[in-house]
């Protein structure tokens, strides 16, 4: 049984180096106990030296290494506490509720380890044709999973299969990304103290890409709370730039810029809007792997990008600059991201 102390956020927290020093038989229940052994939450932070010095950056860059989270992402944190609030709130009763959620794939996978663990059906509602190595994690979990052509139609069309589906399924729970608070909670409980933590309280500057808004919102009330002056930048696609009153439009940075403001984005807090283009993106991501041997998807090298641009401000010299690796790079194989090298592989195999 877990008690209320060790239910408390933020400074009862040790992460899973604490594993390393307990005596005795240090083994998780389950992959989902988080409260005792942390397995989801405190992930590593890594200083980028080989970029910023080969770029001349005078600030450090400094990126959270979410991959290490039990199902690879930023998004297992979410899931986790979308499903306990429900709890909470007597909304839901494994074996009994079907949960059902809107994910470009990494919310999705995060929900679907849970749902496994706690006994809930899950049905995953995707964009077709965006993201096939996220569609075979899930449906290889155990998920069933329904796509809808939002290419074409836009992300009302996901919107509209949520409600006919709730008219058509018994007893099923929709998992909002995009408009419930506890979303954004998951960072303010977590990610943003370990972050302050990890840091020793020295960030200057907190860059993250928005896709449901919830990493963005929870960490920086978070930091704001410890800092007022902490600088707060929203990374965005330069294709569809709807955070920045631009017009939505089709883009490549898969799990961030859905072409709307989400709800529980909290845009009062935020200082400042970086673009960065898909091209940006991927390169960055390819010079992570290269340059740093980090293997990160898509979103993490626009942060990166993001990162660059606002480092090379000749203002934030000697600044700590902070930003997320939302997930690895394994998850993107059949993207763009790994065309060319995909394509290279192929031909010698043959």
Known sequence: ??????MEPQEGRKGIPSLLSSQGECIATNIT??????????????????????????????????PYQPLSSVKDRSALRLIEDAEEKGLI??????????????????????????????????PAKLSLDKQILMRYLGVEVVLVDAVQHGFKALLDRVE??????EDVYVLDQFTNPANPDAHFRWTGPE???DTAGKVDIFIAASGSGGTITGV???????????????????????????EPAFHNILGIGPGFVPEILDRSQIDEIVTV????????????????????????????AACLKVASREE???????????????????????????EECVNINM
């Open 164 to 169: 006919q589906m709730k008219k058509d399924v």
């Open 220 to 246: 920086g009330r978070y930091l704001k709370t410890k800092n007022p002056s902490i600088k707060l930048i929203c990374v965005e696609p330069a294709e569809s730039p709807v955070i920045s009153d631009g």
């Open 93 to 126: 009763t494994p074996g009994i509720t079907t949960l059902l959620g809107v994910t470009s794939g990494n919310l999705g996978i995060g929900v679907a380890f849970i749902a496994a663990q706690k006994g809930y059906k899950f049905i995953a509602l995707m």
């Open 33 to 66: 106990l988080f409260y005792a052994f942390q397995l989801i939450g405190w992930t590593p932070l890594i200083e980028l030296r080989n970029i910023a010095e080969k770029d001349g950056i005078g600030a450090r860059l400094i990126g959270k290494i979410e």
């Open 195 to 197: 972050i302050w933590k």
């Open 277 to 304: 283009t898909t091209q940006e993106a991927m390169d960055m991501a390819r010079r992570l792997a290269r340059e740093e041997g980090l293997l990160v998807g898509i979103s993490s090298g626009a942060n990166a």
């Open 316 to 342: 934030n010299r000697g600044k700590m600059i902070v930003t997320m690796f939302s997930s690895g790079a394994e998850r993107y194989l059949n993207s763009e991201l790994f065309a060319q090298v995909k």
């Open 1 to 6: 049984r877990i008690s209320n102390r060790e």
